[in-house]
């Protein structure tokens, strides 16, 4: 084993032996290189007043070589900020922009130790990095039953990791925290298992009550208390998009520094928050009560960023810094979420009208993008298949029972006629 990566787990076992114990076989023999081409380089760009050739770009005039006919639809940015590799960990000033706004939206994070936000390649890339550091095969995946399909690929494929799955609603038809204990205490005897929390919940919209979460943070702390390592990721893709009395924080605040066993890791990105989906720019956080652990993390999480993509997108970073960056950040995202929150109440209003009977039901939703149907006596990909082929209308079937439904990419305007049409495309076939 290389001997940085031997420091950062002699870390790790000092500070918190709980957390070296997480640690997947490639998240203790990663390391990030202190003696190479970014070290040297970094230590150039400091110190070179003459020349400086180490990294490999090329400069024109000072500045990073460029092409006008890429530059001129880019006038409004420097090309130092757009051109040169952003470093691994991302650019410093959108770390330290996304830290103030993840304390602005999650006030309970004020007091709570955690550290500075690591830049992802989107929030896949962010559940990958969880998913290579801790994840070795046969580890247990905690996931609701209503889920995510990348989890599958990201744990299970790539990784080896076993998916367990309890339901995501009890019969209150709220959030299931005693299938997520009987699920997270099966794992007992293995010691350790990662607990995926998503919300608002890709796909059915859902996100906990207070209650609720006071709820799936007693039994995280509880498996802890009785011995299990729990690997707690909350996957906020969607998170800000709360329509109604749901959480309004994270459940990363409340898992800060709960249990030594516990290790808190926050996923999350401007990608749906901020509406830039191709940018591709999102962040990794761990929270930890040890500096010397934050940084140990970090250190492993640049091992894993270098081995893969390198660094991230330099230009959408600065695009999204900029965007943090101005008085009018806050207005427009006000706007942008009225015009979601009404597109969720109208999808609502419509369900509860009465006008659809009892065929089209559905399932609790609250927040984020979608929201799930749940067909009773014909299955969801024949309903999508109608749908498609003779209304030109698309949906997600998942399962046999449930339809997916992302009121984001329908004006509110035409929700009616869309669910006017998929209860007509419902009723048709429970005639055949």
Not at 83 to 89: C, L, N, T
Request: hydrophobic share 40%; aromatic share 10%.
């Amino acid at each position: 084993m290389n001997s940085l990566a031997k420091q950062l787990n002699d870390t790790l076992n000092k500070e918190n032996p709980h957390i070296g114990e997480m640690l997947s076989s490639l998240g203790k023999a990663i390391y990030f290189p202190k003696v190479g081409i970014l070290s040297q380089s970094a230590e150039a760009k400091t110190k070179a007043s003459k020349f400086n050739a180490t990294i490999g770009i090329a400069t024109e005039g000072g500045k990073p070589m460029h092409l006008e006919v890429i530059q001129e639809t880019l006038s409004a940015y420097e090309p130092k900020d757009i051109y040169e590799y952003a470093p691994p960990a991302g650019k410093p000033e959108l770390r330290s922009a996304w830290k103030a706004k993840m304390i602005k939206d999650n006030p309970s994070l004020a007091t709570k130790s955690f550290g500075n936000p690591i830049v992802t390649n989107a929030l896949t890339h962010g559940l990958s990095i969880v998913a290579d550091l801790f994840a070795d095969a046969d580890d247990a995946v905690i996931i609701p039953n209503k889920n995510w399909e990348n989890y599958e690929l990201t744990f299970g494929v790539r990784r080896g990791a076993v998916i367990v799955e309890y339901p995501l609603y009890n019969d209150a038809m709220k959030f299931n925290s005693t299938g997520l204990r009987e699920a997270l205490f099966a794992q007992k005897d293995k010691g350790k298992a990662i607990v995926i929390l998503n919300f608002p919940n890709n796909p059915t919209g859902y996100t906990p009550g207070p209650q609720e979460g006071q709820e799936i943070v007693a039994v995280l702390k509880e498996a802890a208390e009785a011995g299990i390592n729990v690997v707690a990721v909350t996957d906020d893709a969607y998170f800000g998009l709360f329509f109604e009395d749901s959480l309004q924080e994270s459940l990363f605040s409340q898992l800060a520094d709960l249990h030594p066993r516990i290790l808190p890791v926050k996923i999350d990105g401007a990608t749906k928050e901020e509406y830039v989906w191709g940018f591709r720019v999102g962040f990794i956080t761990y929270a930890s009560s040890s500096a010397d652990i934050l940084s140990a993390l970090e250190q492993k999480t640049l091992g894993i960023i270098r081995s893969t993509i390198s660094s991230g997108p330099h230009p959408s970073q600065t695009f999204v810094l900029r965007a943090l960056q101005s008085p009018l950040f806050e207005e427009q995202k006000q706007q942008k979420f009225d015009i979601m929150k009404g597109r969720a109440n109208r999808v609502k209003q419509l369900l509860d009208s009465g006008r659809y009977s009892d065929t089209l039901q559905y399932y609790p939703f609250n927040s984020g993008y979608f929201m799930c149907l749940k067909l009773v006596n014909i299955s969801a990909e024949t309903v999508r298949l109608h749908l498609l082929n003779e209304y030109g209308i698309g949906t997600i079937a998942l399962g046999e029972t449930d339809l997916r439904v992302a009121f984001s990419c329908i004006e509110e305007e035409y929700l009616e006629e869309l669910f006017d049409t998929i209860y007509k495309a419902v009723s048709e076939l429970s005639a055949k």
